[in-house]
């Protein structure tokens, strides 16, 4: 068997592509395995680290473009699709696999008019543009939420949850006390403010907390100065690369609600206080932390209401529940969040 997987564009679409990849190899090491994905773009060098085949071709978006940059767009992606068709041509796969980004639609277009199998993944409760449109040829849609809105015909859909890395779905949260504080790898500087905010606060009432946080490149110098001159011996680190071993420690997580992001905490069983992304596309994020809110796995505070001291209060409630935090662990786990690439894999390899 072969399996041509695609994505482009960012680490929430590159990363389930090699999770979905990872996951057919240990379930059929003898498959063929094809990444395709844009040639400007972190995709070789991650693909390069998994040890995965890869070609790259350019793709542009057409969302939201000028008229003169649409044309410009129109023109890429049409020698994009041409040399998608190339290389589906000569790769052969009996299954195309796209998981977002504007390759995926060139690549997995290609696919279905050579008569391959063909699916897409999608990460987060709305789904993107390209995945929307591919599903009305894709066989297979897999849904990381489930579709409550329609947006998917329902005869090709399988709720699966996303894909995960080995190193996470074999993961737990363990028994440490760290507060693991998520403020992305870019620096989402919201949460960092109003965290450290509310660690100062919570120190001031006498509650001393273990953190580790993660505050991006931007942030750092300014999130170590803070806690250094609040005489906390905090964990600030710009990028976490063991994300694994943070879990471990952590007993209760603050993130934003990307769909791997919450399909890590689901997987490692990892309560969360939930701060959506504001400008994320169609407002996504805050669907996401909507579903994991209702059911019991986390707690929501909206971007623009986020404030130390709102931040601090919840911190302080949920840490002082240690009944409720262990439901709301168990409520995570449930969910099931971060068992796509198994589930996915199954499908493949027994159609």
């Not at 980004?101 to 391959?116: E, N, S």
Request: one cysteine or more; aromatic letters at 4%; hydrophobic letters at 40%.
């Amino acid at each position: 068997m072969k399996v041509l997987v695609t994505a482009g564009g960012t680490g929430g679409h590159i990363m389930p592509a090699v999770a979905i990849a990872e996951a057919i190899r240990a379930a059929g090491p003898d498959t063929g395995i094809l990444f395709v994905g844009t040639d400007r773009g972190m995709e070789e060098r991650i693909a390069e680290l998994n040890h995965l085949d890869f070609v790259g071709i350019p793709a542009l978006g057409i969302k939201g473009k000028s008229v003169a940059n649409l044309a410009r767009a129109v023109l890429v992606n049409t020698r994009a699709f041409l040399k998608a068709l190339n290389i589906v041509r000569g790769f052969r796969p009996d299954w195309v696999i796209g998981t977002g980004g504007y390759v995926t639609g060139m690549v997995v277009l290609a696919g279905r008019l050579l008569g391959c199998t063909c699916a897409v993944q999608e990460q987060n409760t709305i789904p993107g543009l390209t995945n929307r449109l591919l599903s009305r040829i894709a066989h297979r849609v897999f849904l990381s939420f489930p579709d409550t809105r329609g947006r998917f015909p329902a005869t090709k859909t399988r709720l699966v949850g996303n894909p995960l890395r080995k190193e996470l779905t074999d993961t737990r949260s363990g028994s440490g006390d760290h507060l693991l504080i998520l403020g992305g790898s870019l620096g989402a500087t919201s949460i960092n403010r109003a965290a450290v905010g509310a660690v100062r606060l919570l120190k001031g009432e006498g509650m001393e907390l273990s953190v580790i946080h993660q505050c991006g490149t931007r942030d750092h110098a300014w999130v170590s100065d803070a806690y250094r001159e609040m005489g906390l011996d905090a964990d600030v680190r710009a990028f976490i690369d063991d994300m694994a071993g943070a879990y471990r420690s952590a007993r209760l997580a603050v993130s934003r609600c990307g769909g791997i992001t919450l399909a890590e905490l689901s997987c490692t069983g990892l309560p969360a206080i939930m701060i959506p992304f504001p400008h994320a596309t169609d407002d996504h994020q805050t669907e996401n932390g909507r579903y994991v809110a209702n059911n019991g796995g986390g707690w929501l505070i909206p971007d623009a209401q986020l404030t130390p001291e709102r931040l601090a209060r919840e911190i302080r409630t949920r840490l002082g529940g240690p009944e409720g935090l262990a439901r709301a662990s168990g409520n995570m786990t449930a969910m099931g969040l971060g068992a796509g690439g198994h589930l996915i894999a199954q499908e493949i390899m027994r159609v």
